[in-house]
Every structure is written in C-alpha cells, then in structure tokens.
C-alpha cells in the first residue's frame, strides 16, 4: 500500500518527504542529546530519575505545575531521558529545553528556536521542494545542527564531534537511499499527520489567517479615511522599534513574549498600555507582520501554532465559538463542529494579539473574558490605554504590563526616514523633506512639548506639512493638530464636490459646514451609547441631509466614515461607522464646546453655567455605559472652547465652564487630583489658558500627593511643566529611586529645586540605591540641600555629603533620616546635628511648648573599612528616638571587635543592629553578644547578611535567643 502511494506521488512530493523526515528526525535526535548534557551537569540531577522525580525534587515543582507545563504529555514524564522506551516529538523536547534546563546562552536558544520551527512550516505549510531546493535545505538544517553543537559544547566545554559526524552521516545517507525503503514511511505518516484535525486546524487557519491579514499591512495614521490612500504606510516600510518598558526598566521589543516575573515560568497574560497615538495598534500589527513572515524578531513569535489578531472594535460576537467559526475562520472550521473547535484550539500553542480593549463593546468584553478563562496556556497580548487596564487586571492573574512610551528623538528622526523613503523615489528630494521637517519640529519642540514622542501625532504632523507646511509650523497641541487636519479634510471634500456641481464654491461650503453639524452631534450621541457603528436612522438622516443640501452624500459621508463590509454565515452587511475612538471623541469634543459656549439662551459669564444645561450634561454623561471614554473628549474640548476678554483681563475660557469641566472630571468620572499627565494635558491643549491653570493650580494644592521613581522616567517632566503652569506645588512628594541613580530620572534636579522654592510641599525622598550600595562615590547633596534649607525634607534616604549634612540644621521637619556615611568628617557633622535636635527636644519638653515635630527614626550606615578607622576618633551620636539602627558592611570576625568598639564610641543604645555583606561566623556572633552585654540590653534584633551558614544546633541557639532577637540571612 504504501509503495503504490509512493508510485503515485510527484518527484517534488518525494523531495518533501525526505525533508520532512530529515527535519523531524534531526529536530528530535539533536533536542534529546541537548538535554541529555545539560541535565548532566546540573548537580540535582543523576542518571536514571525520571522527568517527574527531577522536576518535584531537584527543582521544587507542584504536582500543579507539572501537569500545566507538560499536559498531554505527562505520561511520558514517568520515564528517564535515557529510557528507550521515551518518545517524544520536537515540541515535547523543546518543552524540556525551555522548562527543565535553567537559563542557557542565547545563540543557542535562538538555534533552537529556529530548529523547531523548521518542524513547525514543514509540518503546517503547503511545501513542493525541488531537487536543488532540497539541497539548499539539508545544508541549511546541517548547518543549523552543527552551530547548536558547537554552543553546547562552548557552554559545557564538552565534545560533541563524534555525535555531529554521526548526525551528519545519516543526514547524508537519507538523500542517497532508495525512495522505497524510506520515503514511503515519510509520506505515509505526512499523510496521516494532514488528516488529522489539529494538523487540519493549523494549516489551513495558517492559510486563512494570513489572507485575512493582509488587511492590517497598513498602518494608517488617519485610520477613518480607506487604507487606499496610505498605501505606503505598510508595517514594512514604516514600522519602527518603540520605547517599551516594565517595572521603569526598559526592555527590548525582541524579547516582548519572554518577559516573566521569574525564570522558570513567562507571564501568560502580557499588557500592553499606553496612551492613544503611542503606537500599540502598530505594535500589534508589526506582531502579525512577522508571524506572517516567518520572522525570527521577535523571539518565541514562531513557536505558535497560530497567532489570532482580535480588533475588539469590529467584534460582533460575544462568544468563541461564533468569533472562530463566522468571523474569523469561517472556512477552516465549516466542516468542524463549533464545540471541537475551541477544544482543538486549546491543544495547539495560540497567540492571541487583541488590539484595542478602550473600544470593546458588550460582546467584545464578553470574548475577552472568555478568552481569559478557557485558553489558559495560551499567550495573551492585550492593547489598551491606561484608565481601561485595571479592568483587565481584574480578570487576569499572572501578567505583566508594559508601558508602550512611543519614539525617543532618536527613532522619531528614523520614522520620518522611512516615511520619506516609502513617499519619495528621488533621494537628494527625499533627504531635503526629511531636513526641513525635522528642523521644523526641533523649532517647535517647546510648543509642541512631548506630542511628538507619540508615533501618532509625528504621523499627523507629517502628512499636514506635506500638504500644508505653514498650517503644520504653527500646531501646539493634539487639538490644533486635528483642527487643521479637519479643516483640510473639508477643504477637500469641497473641491470635488465642485467637481461634481455648478454651485459656487461659497453655497458648497456652507452647506458641507451645515451637514459636518449633524456628523459632529452624532459623534457625541455614539459617544454616550458607546458604539463606532452608525445605527440605520443615523446613517439616514446623513445622507437625507447631504440630499436636502444638494450634495453628493457617498462622497461626503465616506470623507469621515468608513463602509465596513462584515460577512458572516447569515450574509453579508454594510455599516457605515468611526474607524477608532479618536475620531469620536474629537468630533464629539467639537460638538460639546459649541454646545457650552452658546450663549443664546445662556450667559456663560455668570456665576456659573445654566442649571439645565449643566443637568442635560450629567444626564447624557451618566447614560453612557463607559464614561472613561469622556477623558479624552473633555481633554479636547478644553482645546477647542473660545476664549474671550468680557473682564478687561487676557483672552481666557470663561471661568464657570471650566469650573464646571473640572466638576466632571473630578466628580463624575472620578479623576484624582493625582494624575498629573491628564492635568498637564488639559493645560497644554488649553493652550495655556489662565482660568484653565489657575483651577488646576488650586486643586493641586489642597489634595494632591505626587510620587517620583523610576518606573515613569517621562513623569517628572511632566510634574516640571505642571508645576511651572500652575505656580502650585502639590501638599505632599515622594521621590523613590531603589534601583537606578537619581540623575537617571530626567529633569529630578530642577524639579525638587523648584518644589524647594514654593516652600509648601512636605517631601519624602529615598534615594534607595545610594543609600545601599556599598562603595558608591554618588551623593545626593545636589537634590537635597535646596529642600533642607528650604525646610520642606520630612523623610530623608541616601548618601550625604559635606554639603547636605551642614544643611541638615535647617531640616526642622525631619521625621526620619537614614544615611550611609563614608567619611569622618561627615560623621562629625551629622554628630553636631543631632546634638542639637537633641537639645532643642529636651528643651521642648522641659518648658511644655506643645506637641513639634522631632526625629523618630534614625538609621546609619557606616560605610567605612573595618579597622580602617580607630574607632577613638569617632563621634558621639546623641539621640532620643523610637527606633534607631546602625548598619556595619563587610565585616568579618577577626574585625567584629573593631565593630564593638564603634558602637561603644558612637551610641551603645542602638535599638537595631545591622551586618551587610559581611563573612561573620556563628562564633563572631557569640563574640559580639559576650562583649557587648551592656549594648544588648537595649538592643531588639541584630540582622546578619553573611556567606556563613549555620549549622542546625547554631540555628537552634539563635531562633531562642530574645534579647536580642537575631536573624540570619544567607547570601
């Protein structure tokens, strides 16, 4: 049977399944003999125990997580990897390579990254393979191979020469046998593994996926107009690499799918948040590009089986089953039933990109929350903007967000390039635009502020200039920048509807500005419902509209919507809608600000706004079923109000109406007086408008508690802008660097200057790492000693020089201050210092002068050499406080005397005492506490960090010692 199958097959088909064993055999043969020596070198791991007993023993795994990682396949954890009786495929010794093995060098995860997915397009792809295309493919798989030995044996120093000649030989033998002895078996089995179902799935929803993909190729910066018009703007030519970042680190966009909160396990669930026009739909798409492409840029991208790209926006169905069968993969799936499709997705490895969660509806929210709880060893990449992720979070359990940040001025020169490239052929032309641009905005850049960091706004900006330099020079926020880009819009709707008519171009204005009203009423009424999708009586009324003012109305309605075709297995339907929020909520800001700044009926001027007026809003408002979306229209609306000059003053807003946008803001769509980024915005837009800062101000000054660190770079500039607008500090400041240097955090120095000058802001600032790295030249007297002197310090952490502990005297607000000193003759200053709030303590409570503030915690880092000092010349520290420490570094027993003898100089009342890094000893421990006994009875708890471990009669001795209590940490 098989020999006649054989007969039958095409020289190519022969071809293919010689490759498709080479591949499959190799892929299997090469990832056993890599975890055959890398197991061997691990010390928890000896000859024989099976996969079960290494994984719960020598690595500490549940039950739980065996099953999770291995599923199907835990059966074969029972067995040894030398057993003969193990069989696994690729996929199954790639589970052991990513999950057993422990962290391994990156050539050689990338190779073997690139092996299985050799097996992945053989096996899932449609291949006819010539006589020299197979020859160009087994050199390729040999040497693949040979590169994946030669990093093992670099990694382990091990020789693997005889393993490769022998893996070669057989490779070489394969393309020399007979067709009948081999390949029968080849084609046999491809046949089998094609009729399967899962096999069926992955190929044929490959094939579909990626025709239906080719839908997303454009990244259309004006994304309501048709993709026609921006044919240029493809993820190829376009895309540029983005600022990511975890945690205020920042991370490559290479390693997106392996971020994880620890080594052994990824987190399934990956966010992706950030604001609108920083570049997470790009993101998405740039995703589905390489998946599409096979490309290696991303790594791990083409260890799925299929990538499922959901644009939450264009979701109609509230369920997995009707999204894979009628939207998404209608043709795979129409001989399967809708209940074994799920089942048959949730056995294959799937990436789900889902784009958009800020512009889900009722059904798309649905999906994703399906999504969530049955596909739980799928991937997740969820976009959205920030106000919508805690909502997201709240379904997930392990996840990771990553902040999209957009362009550094470096890559935003880069877009441009490639922009111009994609636009103009001629490159002496291409090069002069890209130079007049680029001077452009670095002209603007103080007007323009961080807009242009957003991939978006520099995309808008672009195409303006290209059509409009002299509109373009003069934009200042996103506001002006969509006024113009709508102007332009409109302009040229004008021009080919007077084409099409004999009326002068005046009646066409006119009636396009008569008809643009009603779009702009409908956007804020779409607004409130919470929908994209024009319902069939609004898509009337447009263009019974645009027929009463005798102009074509296909024409003027697809100017600013869109005709989206959906086919689904009951027909096919045509909606007219808004291709994204932005679209909505600008049209929709238009229509507010007209709405509150008419005055017919209205004196605006007065106390405050109308009370029906102000009703009709909060009514429309609290109808909607997503009132997070009316922060960005408000945003717009602050740019787009008139300003006028009724009280002899500059142009300003009127007062009552922005008095009573803030009322929404902060009351009804519960924004806090802390989100500093949205309140730098409004100014912005606003233009700087002064009835606009001065509100800000106000509240920033009664309520608002800012935090500085290092997981928001960006942020402090934002609190510097604020703060310069506002002429306000907030009431309360924490500065929080632990794992970066201060001058890492942009723009911290002149900030805290200017906080120190407005005098009424209590500050908390704990430079975390200069407080604790031990040998660490950086001092934070540049930041502080403006704010001591300003006498606005409470809580005080770092490395003090001269200059910060002479100005520690005017810091009478001090609660708290924890200092590594590093010289003597810092130490003696800071000695004075507490001698006197010592004196002006006990004085205080010798006269009954009512409750001050005074020092409650006092820690000191002694970061001095061991017996690098006599500890004679030390000074005496005074103090009266709840709790004080003193932290040694380095030491080691034969310096553990010199250590008493500091604390007996210093303060022998030390509440808490501290050994960092050192190699003290069980003995030297016992040493300490023999001499010391006197300092011991004030002393709580001695903590030791040291290389020394205790032996289990020594633990005992030290869990029962209480005075003080002790605690031992190995590092």
């Not at 409750?851 to 050499?865: A, P, R, S, Y």
């Not at 509440?911 to 421990?925: C, L």
Request: net charge neutral; with cysteine; charged share 25%.
């Amino acid at each position: 049977m098989a020999i006649q199958n054989v007969v039958q097959c095409s020289n190519n088909d022969i071809n293919f399944g010689k490759y498709f064993k080479a591949v499959t055999s190799t892929g299997k043969i090469i990832m056993q003999k890599v975890s055959l020596l890398v197991l061997s070198s691990n010390t928890n791991y000896t000859a024989g125990m099976s996969i079960q007993s290494f994984c719960c023993g020598g690595l500490g795994w549940s039950n739980g997580e065996l099953r999770k990682i291995f599923r199907s396949d835990l059966p074969r954890t029972k067995f040894s990897l030398e057993d003969p009786q193990l069989e696994g495929d690729v996929t199954f010794w790639y589970k052991i390579i990513s999950n057993l093995l422990g962290p391994l060098p990156d050539s050689l995860k990338n190779k073997l990254s690139q092996l299985k997915n050799l097996r992945n397009c053989v096996c899932h792809e449609e291949l006819t393979i010539s006589d020299l295309d197979l020859i160009d493919k087994m050199q390729h798989l040999k040497m693949l191979s040979v590169d994946i030995m030669k990093d093992v044996d670099a990694f382990l120093r091990s020789d693997s020469s005889a393993f490769v000649d022998k893996l070669l030989e057989d490779l070489d033998d394969l393309l020399q046998q007979s067709i009948m002895t081999v390949i029968s078996a080849s084609v046999e089995c491809y046949k089998e593994f094609r009729d399967d179902l899962i096999g069926r799935l992955i190929r044929n929803g490959r094939r579909e996926l990626k025709k239906s993909y080719d839908s997303l190729k454009i990244l259309n910066p004006l994304n309501w107009l048709n993709d026609d018009q921006f044919h240029e703007f493809s993820v190829k030519n376009v895309f540029t690499v983005l600022q990511l970042s975890h945690a205020g680190v920042d991370i490559e966009q290479s390693n997106l799918l392996e971020l994880g909160n620890n080594i052994r396990f990824l987190a399934r669930v990956i966010i992706l948040s950030g604001v609108f026009g920083s570049g997470k739909t790009s993101l998405c798409r740039y995703l589905v590009h390489e998946w599409c492409s096979y490309s290696n840029s991303v790594h791990g991208l083409n260890d799925f089986d299929l990538l499922i790209h959901i644009s939450l926006q264009c979701v109609v169905s509230d369920n997995m089953k009707q999204f894979i069968t009628e939207q998404l993969l209608p043709l795979t799936t129409k001989d399967m039933k809708p209940d074994e499709v799920v089942l048959l997705l949730q056995n294959i490895r799937v990436l789900f990109v889902i784009d958009g969660y800020d512009e889900r509806n009722a059904a798309s929210r649905a999906l994703v929350k399906e999504i969530l709880m049955k596909f739980v060893d799928a991937k997740i990449v969820l976009a959205s903007r920030p106000e919508f992720t805690l909502e997201i979070k709240n379904m997930v359990g392990q996840h990771i967000e990553v902040s999209v940040l957009g362009f550094d001025a470096k890559r935003r020169v880069e877009y441009v390039d490639k922009v111009m490239t994609a636009l103009e052929p001629d490159k002496k032309e291409r090069r002069a635009k890209s130079d007049k641009f680029l001077s452009m905005i670095a002209n603007n850049s103080k007007r323009i502020g961080e807009q242009l960091d957003l991939p978006l706004a520099t995309s808008l900006l672009l195409i303006l200039w290209l059509k409009d330099p002299e509109s373009a020079s003069n934009i200042s926020s996103s506001t002006s920048l969509y006024v113009e880009l709508f102007k332009m819009f409109r302009s040229k709707l004008v021009n080919r509807l007077l084409n099409q008519s004999s009326s002068h171009q005046v009646q066409i204005e006119k009636a396009v500005d008569e008809w643009y009203r009603k779009v702009i009423r409908i956007a804020w009424k779409m607004l409130i419902s919470d929908t994209l999708y024009l319902s069939d009586g609004d898509r009337d009324e447009l263009v019974a509209a645009a027929e009463a003012l005798h102009i074509n109305p296909i024409e003027t309605l697809s100017t600013f919507l869109t005709c989206r075709m959906q086919e689904s297995l009951s027909g096919t339907s045509y909606c007219f809608s808004f291709m994204h929020n932005s679209a909505v909520e600008f049209m929709a800001a238009e229509y507010f600000s007209a709405f509150l700044s008419n005055t017919e009926n209205d004196e605006v001027t007065s106390h405050r706004i109308s009370l029906n007026r102000e009703q009709e809003v909060l009514r429309d408002l609290r109808k909607s079923g997503n009132i997070l979306r009316f922060r960005e229209m408000i945003i717009y609306t602050f740019g787009l109000l008139p300003k006028s000059n009724r009280q002899g003053d500059e142009d300003s807003i009127p007062v009552p109406i922005v008095e009573f946008l803030l009322k929404l803001l902060l009351e009804e769509l519960t924004v806090s007086e802390e989100e500093t980024e949205l309140w730098h915005n409004i100014i912005t837009e606003s233009r700087y408008d002064s009835a606009v800062r001065c509100a800000i101000g106000a509240a920033i000054n009664s309520k608002s508690w800012w935090t500085i660190d290092e997981t928001n770079k960006l942020l402090t500039n934002v609190h510097l802008s604020l703060m310069r607008a506002t002429f306000s500090s907030p009431a309360r400041l924490n500065v929080e660097t632990n794992f970066k240097s201060a001058r890492d955090i942009p723009h911290l120095a002149e900030f805290l200057l200017l906080v120190a000058i407005h005098k009424n802001c209590d500050v908390s600032l704990n430079f975390g790492r200069q407080f604790n790295i031990i040998d660490d030249q950086e001092q934070m007297d540049e930041m502080v000693v403006p704010l001591l002197r300003a006498n606005s310090v409470i809580e005080l952490t770092g490395h003090a020089g001269i200059k910060a502990m002479k100005a520690l005297k005017t810091a009478t607000k001090l609660r708290s201050i924890s200092l590594r000193i590093s010289s003597i003759e810092c130490l003696k200053v800071f000695a004075e210092y507490l001698k006197q709030s010592f004196k002006s303590f006990h004085f205080n409570q010798i006269l009954h002068l009512g409750k001050k503030t005074f020092l409650e915690n006092i820690e000191v880092f002694l970061d001095l050499q061991p017996n690098s000092v006599s500890p004679e010349l030390l000074p005496q520290l005074i103090f009266c406080v709840r709790r004080s420490v003193l932290k040694f570094c380095g030491v080691s027993d034969e310096e553990i005397d010199w250590c008493m003898k500091c604390l007996q100089k210093l303060n022998n009342k030390f509440s808490f005492v501290v050994f960092f890094q050192s190699q003290i000893t069980f003995s030297g421990i016992k040493r300490f506490l023999r001499r010391n006994s006197d300092a011991c009875k004030h002393m709580k708890a001695i903590l030791v960090h040291s290389s020394y471990k205790p032996s289990e009669s020594e633990n005992s001795f030290l869990h029962t010692h209480t005075r003080p209590i002790i605690r031992w940490c190995k590092v």
